[in-house]
């Protein structure tokens, strides 16, 4: 009589269940690659940009905020740190611009030359930045676990929490409260979705560590075996 399949574990349940396609493997790494080129290239022409005429920042920070919230939450998905941070990185900046203006009530002739400083540092960060994060793509290859993000009860309670903030400080401050608000929100955001991140880690990693020391399944027999 044939013996039963034997029951993989889970480390193999999870090499068979990974995506080994064409399309996964093109989407992961060339997909990817090409998404922080292209956020470098226009950090890069945003920053030339600024250095010519300052008030053009109110067309690349929106768009190159929301275009980093996009490769982040790609990263996020896929437990990418490197890509992670390079992707927080252009709305962290625009924020911090935005909140440093409002805050010293600068013009745009005043925030011309401290701001246009920030964005060439930036710049400059931004390629071994994205250098960084294509290595880490290349390193992991095509092993990406997909971490949700956790939606709970404090999750509500902090978006309550922002949004209560944020008409706090426009009611104060009129449009300069507007724009602190949703700065300090953003950074509160930041500081709950790295939260996660690094939370998921951990229970993946005690996911592993109790697979590995949990005792194997007994294969079932038969007594014609021997």
Not at 13 to 29: E, L, M, W, Y
Not at 83 to 99: E, Y
């Amino acid at each position: 009589m044939a013996r039963p399949p034997a029951v993989p574990s889970m480390i193999q349940q999870r090499a068979i269940s990974a995506p080994n396609t064409r399309v996964a493997r093109f989407f992961h790494g060339w997909f990817m690659t090409w998404l922080f080129v292209a956020q470098m290239a226009a950090t890069l022409i945003a920053v030339v940009s600024a250095v010519i005429d300052i008030e053009s920042i109110l067309l690349f920070g929106p768009f190159l905020s929301i275009y980093g919230l996009f490769i982040a939450s790609l990263s996020f998905r896929r437990d990418r740190l490197l890509g992670l941070l390079f992707g927080l990185s252009a709305p962290t900046v625009s924020a911090f611009c935005l909140s440093l203006i409002t805050t010293l009530e600068w013009s745009p002739g005043e925030a011309q030359v401290p701001v246009s400083a920030l964005l060439v540092l930036y710049g400059f960060l931004c390629i071994p930045a994205c250098a960084l994060a294509v290595l880490e793509l290349q390193i992991s290859g095509n092993r990406y676990p997909t971490a949700n993000f956790q939606y709970s009860i404090a999750a509500m309670l902090v978006l309550m929490f922002l949004l209560a903030l944020v008409l706090g400080f426009a009611q104060a401050g009129g449009e300069n409260g507007i724009a602190a608000g949703i700065s300090f929100a953003y950074l509160v955001v930041l500081l709950y979705v790295l939260n996660q991140f690094f939370r998921n880690r951990r229970l993946r990693r005690l996911a592993t560590v109790c697979s590995i020391l949990a005792p194997k399944p007994i294969r079932p027999g038969s007594p014609f075996d021997t």
